[in-house]
C-alpha cells in the first residue's frame, strides 16, 4: 500500500476508496485539495471572518502550530499546511496559497492586537514561519492560522523579559533524542505540568534509521535519505499528539545533532563515506527548516544553515545554543572504511591541532558572547556531554570519540573562553547519551577530581533506548566528578534559574511504551549563586 492510500485509509478507515486503480489515482488527486463546497469535515475551530477562497476536504493544520526563538518584543510562529500530512507533498497542489495569522491578548481572540497576511509556497512544502515583532515585553500571547475556512488551533506564547530587567527566576526544560519506534512521547505530559517558561531541544528530533529491538511504532519508508523522505519522517513524528500539545503550550529553541540527517555524520563526512552526501545534508537542513518554528534568518543556503545563536532573558539569564555538528572535523582514529564514533584508550590523532567541533568562526563568536555576558547564569545549551568521562575500567582512559573527549583541544579553547570571560555561573546542558548525567566539569581535564568550572547537566533520552545501567556501573569508580548517572529511564530534565541558586528535576517516565505510564522524579540538584558543582538537595 503506497503512502496516499496510507493517508486516506486513516481518513476514511479503508471506506472511501475506489477499487479500481485508474478511478483511485484519479480519486487521490481530486480528493486532497479542493475549491468545492466540501468544507472543513468534523472542524470544530473558530471560523475566520473573511470569505473562503479554498476548502480542504482534511485539516490543512494536521501538523500543528509551533513558536519558537523568543525575544522581548516578539517570536517566530510556525505551520506547514499538510491536510495530507504522510505525503511528500503533504497533498497540497504546486500554488502558492495566502493565510492570515492572528495575534491576539485573549483565548478567544476578542482582542486582536496584530493579524498579517503570510504566504505558504510549494519551495518550503507550503510551511510558514512568522517573524512577529512589536509586542510587550515578558507577557504572553494567543496566536492562531486561518487558510480559508480552516483554522488551526489556538496556541500559547510568551515575550521574553526586556533585556537588563530585575527577573526573579525563570525555568526550563530540555530533552534530547526522541525515536518514534522506541517510546510514546508521553514524557510531554510531565513537562506540560511543569510550565516551563521555555523548552529546549538539543538534538536528534527525529531519527533518519531504524535501529533497535521490538519497535512500539513503525517508522513509514525506510531511511530517510532524500528531501522527500525528510519530510515524510518529520510529519510522522509532527503528528504526536503529545508533542503538538507542548508545542502549543509555548515557545522552543533548538540545536540538532546527527540523527536529523545522518548518524555520526561530521561536517561533509557521512557514517558511509557517501561521496554525494552534501546533497543529502542540504535535504535534512531544508525539512528541518521546514518543519520548526526557526526565525526566517536561519532558512538554509544551499547545504549550509546557520543555528547557533544566544540571547538573554533579564539580568538573570543568557543562553548559547551551539552547533557541534556542521562544522566539526571528522572523529579521530575511525573504524576501518568507513566513517563514525568508537570507543578506544589510544589514539593519537586526539592531540592534532586542526581537530574542532564549532570550528573557528562559531568558536570566535562564543568567546566574544562569553565577553558581552553581563548575567548571573549562563546556560550553554549543545549536543552531547563536555566533561570528560573515563570509559574504561583501570589504568587507561577510554575514550567515546563522537563527543568532547574525541576533541580535547577544542573543549580546552571553550574552557579558556569561560575562564578567561569570568563567566558567572555556567551552566552547561546536553544530550545525546540516553542516560541523564549530573557531573561538575573539571578544571584540569587530566585530573577529574581537579576544582569545578561549571555544573553540568545531560538529559537522558526523551524516548530512544539506552545502554543498559551495567555499562555505566562498571566504570563509576573511574569518574569520581560525576555525582549522578542513570540510563535505565527515559524523560527530560527542568532547570529553575533564580538569584541565588538553580534548581535542576530530572523528570522520568515509567515506561515509554505504554500508552498511559506513570512520572516521578529520579534526582533533584542545585546549583548555588558563586559555587560550580551541583549538589543533591
Known amino acids: 500500500?503506497?503512502?496516499?492510500?496510507?493517508?486516506?485509509?486513516?481518513?476514511?478507515?479503508?471506506?472511501?476508496?475506489?477499487?479500481?486503480?485508474?478511478?483511485?489515482?484519479?480519486?487521490?488527486?481530486?480528493?486532497?485539495?479542493?475549491?468545492?463546497?466540501?468544507?472543513?469535515?468534523?472542524?470544530?475551530?473558530?471560523?475566520?471572518?473573511?470569505?473562503?477562497?479554498?476548502?480542504?476536504?482534511?485539516?490543512?493544520?494536521?501538523?500543528?502550530?509551533?513558536?519558537?526563538?523568543?525575544?522581548?518584543?516578539?517570536?517566530?510562529?510556525?505551520?506547514?499546511?499538510?491536510?495530507?500530512?504522510?505525503?511528500?507533498?503533504?497533498?497540497?497542489?504546486?500554488?502558492?496559497?495566502?493565510?492570515?495569522?492572528?495575534?491576539?491578548?485573549?483565548?478567544?481572540?476578542?482582542?486582536?492586537?496584530?493579524?498579517?497576511?503570510?504566504?505558504?509556497?510549494?519551495?518550503?512544502?507550503?510551511?510558514?514561519?512568522?517573524?512577529?515583532?512589536?509586542?510587550?515585553?515578558?507577557?504572553?500571547?494567543?496566536?492562531?492560522?486561518?487558510?480559508?475556512?480552516?483554522?488551526?488551533?489556538?496556541?500559547?506564547?510568551?515575550?521574553?523579559?526586556?533585556?537588563?530587567?530585575?527577573?526573579?527566576?525563570?525555568?526550563?526544560?530540555?530533552?534530547?533524542?526522541?525515536?518514534?519506534?522506541?517510546?510514546?512521547?508521553?514524557?510531554?505530559?510531565?513537562?506540560?505540568?511543569?510550565?516551563?517558561?521555555?523548552?529546549?531541544?538539543?538534538?536528534?528530533?527525529?531519527?533518519?534509521?531504524?535501529?533497535?529491538?521490538?519497535?512500539?511504532?513503525?517508522?513509514?519508508?525506510?531511511?530517510?535519505?532524500?528531501?522527500?523522505?525528510?519530510?515524510?519522517?518529520?510529519?510522522?513524528?509532527?503528528?504526536?499528539?503529545?508533542?503538538?500539545?507542548?508545542?502549543?503550550?509555548?515557545?522552543?529553541?533548538?540545536?540538532?545533532?546527527?540523527?536529523?540527517?545522518?548518524?555520526?555524520?561530521?561536517?561533509?563526512?557521512s557514517e558511509n563515506l557517501d561521496p554525494q552526501f552534501l546533497l543529502r545534508r542540504s535535504a535534512a537542513y531544508q525539512a528541518y527548516f521546514e518543519h520548526l518554528p526557526l526565525p526566517r534568518r536561519m532558512r538554509p543556503s544551499g547545504n549550509e544553515m546557520r543555528t547557533y545563536t544566544h540571547f538573554d532573558v533579564g539580568d538573570l539569564l543568557r543562553i548559547y545554543l551551539l552547533d557541534d555538528r556542521q562544522y566539526r572535523t571528522p572523529q579521530p582514529c575511525p573504524p576501518q572504511n568507513r566513517h563514525g564514533s568508537r570507543t578506544l584508550d589510544r589514539c593519537d590523532d586526539l592531540a592534532q591541532p586542526s581537530q574542532t567541533m564549532l570550528g573557528s568562526m562559531q568558536e570566535d563568536w562564543l568567546s566574544g558572547a562569553f565577553q558581552q555576558s553581563s548575567a548571573r547564569w549562563n546556560l550553554i545549551g549543545q549536543q552531547t556531554i563536555l566533561t570528560p568521562v573515563d570509559e574504561s575500567p583501570g589504568p587507561d582512559r577510554g575514550v567515546w570519540t563522537d563527543g568532547w573527549d574525541g576533541y580535547p583541544l577544542a573543549r580546552q579553547k571553550l574552557m579558556d573562553a569561560m575562564l578567561d570571560a569570568q563567566l558567572r555561573n555556567p551552566v552547561i546542558a546536553g544530550g545525546d547519551l540516553h542516560c541523564a548525567v549530573v557531573a561538575k566539569l573539571p578544571r584540569e581535564t587530566a585530573d577529574l577530581e581537579s576544582p569545578s568550572i561549571a555544573s553540568e547537566f545531560v538529559t537522558t533520552s526523551l524516548s530512544a533506548d539506552g545502554w543498559p545501567q551495567s555499562h555505566y556501573e562498571r566504570n563509576r569508580a573511574e569518574n569520581p566528578h560525576i555525582k549522578h548517572r542513570r540510563s535505565d529511564q527515559r524523560g527530560f530534565c527542568l532547570l529553575d534559574f533564580k538569584s541565588e541558586a538553580m534548581d535542576a528535576k530530572l523528570q522520568v517516565v515509567s515506561d515509554v511504551r505504554v500508552k498511559e505510564p506513570s512520572f516521578a522524579t529520579q534526582a533533584r540538584y542545585r546549583v548555588e549563586n558563586g559555587r560550580p558543582e551541583p549538589q543533591v538537595s
Open 1 to 269: 500500500m503506497g503512502l496516499r492510500e496510507e493517508w486516506l485509509r486513516h481518513i476514511c478507515r479503508n471506506t472511501c476508496l475506489p477499487t479500481d486503480p485508474g478511478a483511485r489515482r484519479q480519486f487521490l488527486r481530486q480528493l486532497v485539495w479542493s475549491t468545492t463546497a466540501i468544507g472543513l469535515a468534523g472542524s470544530t475551530a473558530l471560523r475566520a471572518q473573511v470569505a473562503p477562497r479554498v476548502r480542504f476536504v482534511a485539516d490543512p493544520f494536521a501538523l500543528g502550530v509551533a513558536s519558537g526563538y523568543p525575544h522581548p518584543t516578539g517570536f517566530t510562529l510556525w505551520t506547514r499546511l499538510a491536510p495530507a500530512p504522510l505525503l511528500p507533498d503533504g497533498g497540497m497542489t504546486e500554488e502558492r496559497v495566502t493565510l492570515r495569522c492572528e495575534i491576539a491578548h485573549d483565548e478567544g481572540f476578542t482582542r486582536i492586537e496584530q493579524s498579517l497576511e503570510v504566504f505558504a509556497s510549494p519551495e518550503a512544502a507550503h510551511s510558514v514561519h512568522v517573524d512577529i515583532d512589536g509586542l510587550e515585553s515578558d507577557r504572553a500571547y494567543h496566536y492562531r492560522f486561518v487558510v480559508g475556512d480552516a483554522v488551526s488551533q489556538v496556541a500559547r506564547a510568551r515575550t521574553l523579559p526586556a533585556a537588563g530587567s530585575a527577573l526573579s527566576h525563570f525555568r526550563i526544560a530540555f530533552a534530547s533524542c526522541q525515536n518514534y519506534e522506541h517510546g510514546y512521547f508521553s514524557a510531554y505530559r510531565q513537562m506540560l505540568k511543569d510550565a516551563p517558561d521555555l523548552v529546549l531541544f538539543l538534538g536528534d528530533y527525529i531519527y533518519e534509521n531504524q535501529w533497535g529491538d521490538n519497535p512500539i511504532r513503525r517508522h513509514i519508508g525506510g531511511e530517510a535519505n532524500t528531501l522527500a523522505g525528510y519530510r515524510v519522517r518529520h510529519a510522522q513524528y509532527k503528528l504526536d499528539a503529545d508533542l503538538q500539545r507542548m508545542h502549543r503550550a509555548g515557545a522552543w529553541v533548538f540545536t540538532w545533532d546527527d540523527h536529523e540527517v545522518d548518524n555520526d555524520y561530521a561536517n561533509d563526512t
